[in-house]
C-alpha cells in the first residue's frame, strides 16, 4: 500500500517543473490528482502521463488562482470529480524580475497576486472541507530567494510572506488536525531557471554550472528532489511537524 492510497491532492502550477514533479510522486505512492493550472491544456498533457495506481485518477483544470470565483469553481470541481480532497499544494508561481527603479506596478500585483493570493485563496477554499474532516495538509513552495535576492524585491517578498503565512497558518489549524509546512527549493532545474539563464544571456548549461558551484553537495536540484520532501511533509509520518519551513537547497545559504 501506498502513503497515499484513498487521498486526493490538488497542485497548483502542476502543469510542469515542481509542481508535476510532486504531482509524479504523490501518483505513485497512491494518491488520485488534480492538476490545477492557468494553461489547461499542458496540465491536461500533464495528468495523463501521471503513473496512477489502482483505482486513483486524475483531473486537470484550467484557473487563475489569483481570481477568488474561479479558485472556488476549481476546488468545488476536484471535490465532485475526485470525491474529495485531502492535501493542497500551493506551488504556482511567476516571475518578473527587475530592479526596484524599473519594477512597474503590474510586475509588483502580478507576482504578488499570483503567489500569495492565490495561496491565500486556495488554503481558504480547501479548508472548510479539511476542517469538516479533521485533517488536511497544506504545503506552501517558498523559495531560497526570500532571504534576499537583487532583482527580485517582488518575488522575495511573496517567497517570505508564505513563510509567514505557513506560520499563522499552522497555528491557526493546527487544533482542527491540519498541517502547513512551507519548502524553500535553492536552484532547481526547471522552465523557470532556464529563462531565467537566457535573459542574463547565459547558457542553460553555463547558468546551471554556476549554480552547482554556490552550495555544498556542488549540484543542482531537481523536481524530484522537492518532491520527495513534499510526500513526507505531506504524510502522515510528518503530523507533529506544522508551521515550518524546509529549505531544499544543497546547503546553498549555510
Not at 505513485?28 to 495506481?53: K, T, Y
Not at 488536511?136 to 527580485?152: D, Y
Amino acid at each position: 500500500m501506498g502513503r497515499y492510497d484513498g487521498r486526493v491532492a490538488v497542485i497548483t502550477g502542476g502543469a510542469r517543473g515542481i509542481g508535476v514533479g510532486i504531482a509524479t510522486r504523490l501518483a505513485v505512492e497512491g494518491a488520485s490528482i488534480a492538476l490545477v493550472d492557468l494553461d489547461e491544456a499542458a496540465a491536461q498533457e500533464a495528468a495523463a502521463e501521471l503513473p496512477l495506481s489502482g483505482s486513483a485518477k486524475a483531473v486537470a483544470i484550467g484557473a487563475d488562482i489569483s481570481d477568488a470565483a474561479a479558485v472556488e469553481h476549481a476546488v468545488d470541481r476536484v471535490v465532485t470529480e475526485l470525491d474529495g480532497v485531502h492535501v493542497l499544494v500551493n506551488n504556482a508561481g511567476i516571475t518578473r524580475d527587475n530592479l526596484l527603479g524599473k519594477m512597474s506596478d503590474e510586475d509588483w500585483d502580478r507576482v504578488l497576486g499570483v503567489h500569495l493570493r492565490g495561496a491565500f485563496l486556495m488554503s481558504r477554499a480547501v479548508q472548510k472541507y479539511f476542517i469538516e474532516q479533521r485533517y488536511g495538509k497544506i504545503l506552501n513552495l517558498s523559495s531560497t530567494s526570500a532571504l534576499g535576492k537583487r532583482g527580485q524585491v517582488n518575488y522575495a517578498t511573496a517567497k517570505m510572506g508564505l513563510q509567514g503565512f505557513t506560520r499563522s497558518l499552522g497555528i491557526e489549524l493546527g487544533p482542527h488536525g491540519i498541517t502547513v509546512n512551507a519548502i524553500a527549493p535553492g536552484f532547481i532545474v526547471s522552465e523557470m531557471t532556464d529563462a531565467t539563464a537566457v535573459r542574463l544571456k547565459m547558457s542553460v548549461d553555463e547558468f546551471r554550472r554556476l549554480g552547482a558551484e554556490k552550495n555544498p553537495v556542488k549540484r543542482v536540484g531537481q523536481p524530484e528532489d522537492v518532491a520527495a520532501a513534499a510526500a513526507f511533509l505531506c504524510s502522515d509520518e510528518a503530523s507533529y511537524i506544522t508551521g515550518q519551513t524546509l529549505y531544499v537547497d544543497g546547503g546553498a545559504k549555510l
